[in-house]
C-alpha cells in the first residue's frame, strides 16, 4: 500500500502542478477554434505542396485535437477531398504543434524541449512528406480513399465531427466577444477536455508508477547512459517503440516524457517519444479500420522513420547550439502540494474553467458530451445545426 500511496502521489504532484498551464493552453485553443471553420480547413488541403502542408499543420495547431479525434478528423477531411500528405500533416500539427503541448513541456520539463517540439514537428513533416512521395503509390491511395468512404468507426468520431466555431460573418474580435463566441470557447474547451481526459489521467498514473516503482538503475542501463554516443544513437529508435507500447497520446504522455527523460534517454529520443502519440496500438487499429492493413503499414513505416530522424536531427541541431540541458531535472519527483504562486495561479484558472464550465451546461453542451463517441453524421448536424440554434438563443 506504501508503494502504491508514493506512486499516486506523485501522479497528484504533477497534475498540480500543470494544472493551471493545462487550463490556459486548452483556452487559447478554444478562442483559435471557435473561430476557425473546418470547411476553410479542407479547402486549402487540396494537394501535398511544400506551402499546402505548410498551411495544413498551422490550421493542425489551430484545431487542437486529442489523438484520437486527430485520427478521426484526419480521415474526414481525406474523405472530402483533402491529399492524403496534407491530412496527414494536420493531424500531426493538430497533436504535436500545439500551445498547450507546449506549455506543459515548459513547465515540467524545460523550454528547451517546447523549442525542440515546434522545431522538430515541421522537420518531422518534411520528413514525412518526402517518404509518402517515394513509398505511397497512386493504387495503394485509391484502395485507401475507397476503405475511408466505407465510413468504418474508430474512436471519438462524434467529437471529430462536431463544427463549434461561431457562425455568421464578422472580424475575429466580434465574434469571439458575442454571446456566440462565449458559447463555442466554452463548448470547445469542454470538449477537448472531455476528448484528452481518459489519456492525461492514464498517463500522469503511469509517469507516478514508473517514477515511484522503476529505479533510475534500469533506466540508465536500458537507455545506455553510461556511452554517450549510444545513448543519442539509441534514443530516437527506442523512444518511439516505449510510446507505442505505452498506449499513452496526446497530452498525457508528457508526464512520462519527463521520468524517461530523469532516467537517462537522450534528448532526441523524447522529441521522438512525443510525436509517437500518433502510432500507439489502439490508433495502428483505427488506421487498419480506417484505410487497410497495407496503408496502416505504409503509415506506420513512414512516421517512424521520420519522427526517430526528425529526433536525431534536433539531438544535432539542439546540441550544437548548446541548447540541450545538462540536468535532467524535470519536475515529476516532488510529493505534495506547497502554497505558493502554482497553487495561486490554479485557483485563479479553475475560477475560469468553472465560468467556462457552467455555459457549456446551459447552452446544451451534455447533449455534446453524448454524441462525443457517436455517428460522425449526426454529431455534425448538431455541430452546425443545434449547436447554432443554441448560440442564436444564448445572452450574454
Known sequence: MAAIGHALALAGSMTWQILWALILGFALSAVVQAVVRKSTVVRLLGDDRPRTLA??????????????????????????????????????GST??????????????????????????????????VLLRVFLRERLLARAREQAERGLAGSMEGHAAMDMSVPGDGSFWRRLASARGFTAVSHVFVMEWAAILRDLVLGLLLAGAIGAWVPEQFWRAFFLTGHPMASALWGPVVGPLVAVLSFVCSIGNVPLAAVLWNGGISFGGVIAFIYADLIILPILNIYRRYYGTRMTLVVLGTF?????????????????????????????????????????????????????????????????????????????????????????????
Not at 485535437?65 to 480521415?75: F, H, K, Q, T
Request: charged share 10%.
Open 55 to 92: 498551411v495544413a499543420a498551422g490550421l493542425g495547431a489551430a484545431s487542437s485535437s486529442c489523438s484520437y479525434a486527430a485520427v478521426a478528423l484526419a480521415r474526414s477531411l481525406f474523405r472530402k477531398g483533402a491529399h492524403f500528405t496534407a491530412a496527414m500533416a494536420f493531424e500531426i
Open 96 to 129: 504535436n504543434l500545439v500551445v498547450e503541448l507546449g506549455v506543459i513541456l515548459a513547465l515540467l520539463m524545460g523550454w528547451q524541449f517546447t523549442v525542440a517540439e515546434f522545431v522538430g514537428g515541421p522537420i518531422m513533416i518534411v520528413l514525412l512528406a
Open 304 to 396: 517512424y522513420a521520420a519522427m526517430a530522424l526528425a529526433g536525431y536531427l534536433v539531438e544535432l541541431l539542439f546540441g550544437a547550439a548548446g541548447l540541450v540541458p545538462a540536468e535532467r531535472s524535470a519536475r515529476v519527483m516532488a510529493e505534495g502540494v506547497s502554497w505558493d504562486y502554482t497553487t495561486w495561479l490554479n485557483i485563479a484558472f479553475l475560477v475560469i474553467a468553472g465560468i467556462l464550465l457552467a455555459r457549456f451546461f446551459r447552452t446544451g453542451g451534455r447533449d455534446m458530451l453524448r454524441m462525443m463517441g457517436g455517428a460522425p453524421e449526426a454529431a455534425a448536424r448538431h455541430g452546425h445545426g443545434e449547436h447554432g440554434a443554441g448560440h442564436a438563443g444564448t445572452g450574454a
